[in-house]
C-alpha cells in the first residue's frame, strides 16, 4: 500500500516562508490528485490546496496567492510552497489522495507549522 509521508514544518515568523513536502512511496501522483489539508486546535481539518494529474490547482481563499502546490513525479513528490505566513496559519498539515469526488483516500501523519514571533 502507497505511504505518504509529509516533512518541511517548523517554527517560522509572520512574513516568513516554509515548503512543505508529501513523498509517497511510489509513482503516484501522476494518477491521483493530491490535496494538503491542515488542522488547527479545535478546528476542523480544511482543505487548503489540490492539484490534478493534469496540474490544475484549486486554493483556499485564506491561503490564495500565498502557497502554492507542485508536483514533481519523478520524486514522487508534491509540494506545498507557503509564503506571507500568518499566525492563523499555524496548524498540523497533511497530505492526502484524492478518490472520485475529492474524497481523500489516504493520509500522511502530518507535519506541524507553528508561525509565531
Known amino acids: 500500500q502507497v505511504q505518504l509521508v509529509e516533512s518541511g514544518g517548523g517554527l517560522v515568523q509572520p512574513g516568513g516562508s516554509l515548503r512543505l513536502s508529501c513523498a509517497a512511496s511510489g509513482r503516484i501522483f501522476d494518477i491521483y490528485a493530491v490535496g494538503w489539508y491542515r488542522q488547527a486546535p479545535g478546528l476542523q481539518r480544511e482543505l487548503v490546496a489540490t492539484?490534478?494529474?493534469?496540474?490544475?490547482?484549486n486554493y483556499a481563499d485564506s491561503v490564495k496567492g500565498r502557497f502554492t502546490i507542485s508536483r514533481d513525479n519523478a520524486k514522487n513528490t508534491v509540494y506545498l510552497q507557503m509564503n506571507g505566513l500568518k499566525p492563523e496559519d499555524t496548524a498540523i498539515y497533511y497530505c492526502?489522495?484524492?478518490?472520485?469526488?475529492?474524497?481523500?483516500?489516504?493520509w500522511g501523519q502530518g507535519t506541524q507549522v507553528t508561525v509565531s514571533s
Open positions: 492539484i490534478t494529474p493534469g496540474d490544475s490547482t
Open positions: 492526502s489522495l484524492l478518490g472520485s469526488g475529492g474524497r481523500a483516500l489516504i
